[in-house]
């Protein structure tokens, strides 16, 4: 159990590129999750996925942003036209159903320039 | 909905002393459970320790226990003989028991450990 794995750990792009993030949860977790945290700040929620369902985005995800998890495995999320107040570390984190507990990922910090 | 409010920006303790960090909450919901996670500089966040809300007794792991105070909504975080290693960045979260999950974190509290 290598825990949960995130890539990149830092990108840096320029406003109106696409990003895409990838996210491996710990293996046989069928819960993951996104969340955004900007500095000095707690993680806010992004969206969730049960298997390979989404089953909740947050209002905070705008049309620009889109997230996967095709075969209920790792998962991506998209940032179409990347903007300034998009930089931020994007967190990871799985869990299994019923335990409650979450395990995050190291990250990856998006900067926008 | 779920609120959780933080109202420690940063909070300071010398090597082996005691350190109590606090956090406030609003809910909802009448099953719920509550975390402490921490955030060590430029690494990942990890669990401290979890409560469930219809369990009264408090939480205690190792050296880390918490003063849960439902009626109060308050749940606040002790660090008996603190150590260097407790230095980090702590979050207070809350969890609805009737969803999946999603965790509702405070502002966090940075901790500075002094030798």
């Known amino acids: 159990d290598t825990g949960v794995s995130q890539d990149p750990r830092h990108k840096i792009t320029k406003r109106g590129q696409n990003v895409t993030f990838r996210c491996d949860p710990i293996?046989?977790?069928?819960?993951l999750y996104w969340y955004r945290q900007t500095l000095g700040q707690g993680p806010e929620f992004l969206t969730y996925?049960?298997?390979?369902?989404?089953?909740?985005k947050s209002r905070l995800l705008s049309d620009r942003f889109s997230a996967e998890r095709p075969k209920g495995s790792f998962s991506t999320l998209e940032i179409q036209r990347t903007e300034q107040g998009d930089s931020a570390m994007y967190l990871c984190?799985?869990?299994?159903?019923?335990?409650?507990?979450?395990?995050f990922g190291a990250g990856t910090r998006l900067s926008v320039l | 909905a779920q609120t959780v409010t933080q109202s420690q920006p940063e909070m300071s303790v010398q090597e082996a002393e005691t350190v109590t960090l606090s956090c406030t909450y609003d809910?909802?919901?009448?099953?719920?459970?509550l975390f402490w996670y921490k955030q060590p500089p430029s690494r990942q966040m990890i669990l401290v320790i979890r409560?469930?809300?219809?369990?009264?007794q408090n939480a205690t792991e190792n050296r880390f226990s918490v003063n849960f105070q439902k009626a109060a909504k308050s749940f606040s975080l002790k660090i008996s003989d603190s150590q260097l290693g407790d230095a980090a960045m702590y979050f207070c979260?809350?969890?609805?028991?009737?969803?999946?999950?999603?965790?509702?974190f405070g502002q966090g509290t940075i901790l500075t450990v002094h030798p």
């Open positions: 984190a799985s869990s299994v159903q019923g335990e409650n507990i979450q395990y």
């Open positions: 293996s046989e977790h069928n819960r």
């Open positions: 996925f049960q298997n390979e369902a989404q089953l909740e």
């Open positions: 809910t909802s919901e009448s099953d719920y459970y």
């Open positions: 409560q469930e809300a219809y369990k009264q």
């Open positions: 979260a809350s969890a609805g028991g009737t969803s999946y999950g999603k965790l509702t």
